[in-house]
């Protein structure tokens, strides 16, 4: 729970660190919200990223990285807080409008999402795509939520496996 | 990514057929921490998703079995699927494990007990179990748990909600 900050005296203008998609895009973002990633807190506290140079990201492309960055972005003052215990009540319930507004996404950059926050090991990312998927998923029968999930319907024998397959797990479906 | 979607028709099978590699290319622990999130019952199910699904129940490391109401939530109800769930997954390790139920008779006390010394052994490091009942005259409202030693070195925390510890424990 180390700050992020190097703590290098900085008056005023925070540090700016650039970030190059795989599709080379270049992203220059505060230190503080690229620090949420877990991957990037060590080079970015080493002082890399910063100038001319970028830290390259070589398995995200930029419509993802940018959402990602959004995320960091916002979530950024609230983590140099340690989890912000001084933040009110107002701020938290604006937090959680952002998360629900922010996962509310086609699956495709969903999963594209979920990758990259696995990648970049953003705790709070990780959480908040998990619950989204988890919650596409509750309460549904197995048929519904592979059209949740956007699975094309099964083929004649997926589905004779999938009738073993719920005669096997039947304690399960009780 | 926002561009390779919805083709135009006539073409719809394809982005689908995508949908089902992207979710499949996802690590384990990114689906397994989806699947710490849904009730016991929901995970299992999952196995039926598709091959990526099919043994990843095994390795969460969550457990919620919980009932919802009295009638479903006897011991008795949810036995065999406890023993199922326990059995199956082996000794897994398990970060969490919860047991919500509403009643229980008498001989359904050493069953609980074996399931309260597997996930022990499972490293279980949160454990929570809430087992009430309306007890008749002569009967314990308190599910009694072994007086056995439990020795674990990675338990650290333990809520009972009706159970009674037959033993002591030190930290």
């Known amino acids: 729970m180390a700050a992020p900050e190097s703590g290098d005296g900085n008056n005023g203008a925070a540090r700016m660190v650039t970030l190059i998609s795989s599709d080379n895009t270049r992203f220059e973002v505060e230190a503080a919200a690229a620090s949420l990633s877990q991957t990037l807190q060590l080079t970015i ?22 959402k990602v960055l959004e995320y960091c972005i ?51 990312l990780q959480s908040l795509v998990a619950k989204k998927v988890a919650d596409m998923i509750k309460g549904k029968s197995p048929m519904e939520i592979r059209r949740t999930l956007g699975f094309p319907d099964p083929t004649p024998e997926e589905q004779a496996e999938m009738n073993a397959h719920m005669l096997e797990y039947g304690w399960a479906y009780e | 990514m926002l561009r390779r979607k919805r083709s135009k028709n006539g ?7 995508d949908e089902i590699d992207r979710l499949s290319a996802l690590p384990d622990d990114a689906l397994r921490q989806v699947l710490d999130l849904l009730p016991a019952n929901e995970v299992v199910r999952t196995s039926v998703l598709a091959q990526r699904w099919r043994h990843l129940w095994k390795s969460t490391t969550v457990l919620c079995v919980r009932s919802e109401d009295e009638r479903s939530g006897h011991v008795k109800e949810l036995r065999e699927f406890v023993d199922h769930l326990l059995l199956l997954r082996g000794g897994a390790p398990l970060e969490r494990y919860e047991l919500w139920f509403f009643g229980f008779d008498d001989e359904d006390v050493p069953r609980v007990n074996l399931w309260f010394r597997h996930v022990v052994m499972c490293k279980v490091r949160i454990l929570r179990l809430e087992i009430l009942r309306a007890a008749g005259p002569n009967q314990n409202p308190l599910l009694e748990l072994d007086d056995l030693p439990i020795v674990s070195q990675n338990l650290m925390t333990l809520k009972l909600y009706g159970p009674k510890p037959g033993f002591t424990t030190t930290t």
């Open chain 1, 45 to 66: 506290l080493d002082g890399g990223g910063g100038g001319g140079d970028g830290i390259p990201l070589p398995n995200v492309d930029s419509a993802t990285l940018s």
């Open chain 1, 74 to 124: 916002k979530h950024a003052p609230a983590a140099a807080n340690g989890g912000a215990p001084n933040a009110t009540a107002v701020d938290r319930a604006e937090l959680e409008r952002f998360d629900n507004e922010f996962v509310n996404i086609d699956q495709s950059v969903l999963y594209s999402l979920i990758m990259a926050a696995h990648n970049l090991e953003i705790e709070g």
């Open chain 2, 11 to 17: 073409a719809a099978a394809a982005p689908v057929e």
